[in-house]
């Protein structure tokens, strides 16, 4: 299954009941940073691409972000780089996770693993996405900037199989995985 929903809604949240409740939760964003490290798999050609958010062989992530954030079309050129690498390193834990239930936690709207997935999307409002974005640290003028660079939030909707709307507390998010959890993977 693949976890999604636009910067602030509570992906990570959901990912974590569903861990509770036994899935193998993968973080692509986990594996976004891995191919940037040093050593990372598209480390040197994002260098060669943004040389200014590169210094001493390693990816500012701030700064690669103000850059590609900013452009459509530089997103598009990140996202070109990055993704068949992140889609590997997925693909690999699904494998090596055998009969467990699979939940991979996308940021994106991108349909960066293909076709067959069961697609939970969680959503919240803009005004609640942008103050905990804005909770975690971030700044208010990059959080918007970032959610206007994502698909608008009809599109997240049109493009779910089911929907988590995450605009309460914990305790209402959580018996809203719950109730997904019953229906779509049954009791227990």
């Given at each position: 299954m693949v976890l999604a929903g636009p910067i602030g809604s509570g992906k990570s949240a959901v990912g974590a009941l569903l861990a509770v409740r036994g899935a193998c939760v993968i973080e692509a964003d986990r594996l976004?940073?891995?191919v940037l490290a040093p050593d990372g798999e598209a480390s040197?050609?994002?260098?060669?691409r943004w040389p200014a958010?590169?210094?001493?062989?390693e990816i500012d992530r701030r700064r690669?972000?103000?850059?590609?954030?900013?452009?459509?079309?530089?997103l598009a050129a990140l996202e070109a780089i990055t993704h068949p690498h992140?889609?590997?390193?997925?693909?690999?834990?699904?494998?090596?996770?055998?009969?467990?239930?699979?939940v991979v936690e996308l940021p994106l709207?991108?349909?960066l693993l293909g076709s067959g997935w069961h697609r939970l999307v969680v959503l919240a409002p803009e005004e609640v996405r942008v103050a905990r974005a804005v909770g975690r640290g971030m700044d208010e003028a990059d959080v918007r900037r970032r959610m206007a660079a994502q698909a608008p939030y009809?599109?997240?909707?049109a493009s779910a199989d089911s929907v988590v709307v995450n605009d309460g507390d914990s305790a209402s998010l959580a018996a809203a995985?719950?109730?997904?959890?019953e229906r779509f993977i049954g009791p227990g």
């Open positions: 976004g940073h891995a040197a050609a994002v260098a060669q958010a590169a210094s001493h062989g690669l972000a103000d850059l590609v954030f900013a452009d459509p079309g530089e992140i889609a590997r390193r997925i693909h690999h834990l699904v494998a090596a996770a055998g009969d467990s239930v699979v709207s991108a349909d009809d599109v997240w909707e995985v719950d109730g997904w959890w």
